[in-house]
């Protein structure tokens, strides 16, 4: 397994403990059929699948965070993480490895 995909994806332990976290509920409308799933920082940035960086919301609400023009939503999940974990840094929600790599090419 490639290192970005291992660092990005969510692993069923940190699932159950954000769904826990959330009551098992979406942070978004409070439906009930929600799972721990959404990053906060996306995959495709880098996000890693850690519980600072995980949400649980439901399908719906899943895809409008992905759409960029919902920045309440963005803040929102912001905020409630802040809420959940003293000392939350979103710079430390992104896997950098890759920077490293590229850096490492271009000197």
């Given at each position: ?65 992905d759409?960029?023009g ?38």
């Open positions: 397994m490639h290192r970005w995909t291992k660092a990005t994806q969510i692993p069923p332990a940190v699932k159950r403990t954000v769904e826990e976290r959330d009551n098992h509920c979406c942070i978004f409308c409070k439906s009930p059929y929600a799972a721990g799933e959404a990053h906060y920082v996306p995959r495709s940035k880098g996000g890693r699948g850690i519980e600072q960086n995980i949400l649980t919301v439901c399908r719906e609400c899943h895809r409008k965070l759409d960029a919902n920045k309440w939503m963005h803040d929102y999940a912001r905020d409630y993480l802040m809420q959940h974990y003293q000392g939350w840094d979103e710079d430390k929600l992104i896997y950098r490895k890759f920077e490293v790599h590229y850096a490492k090419q271009d000197t």
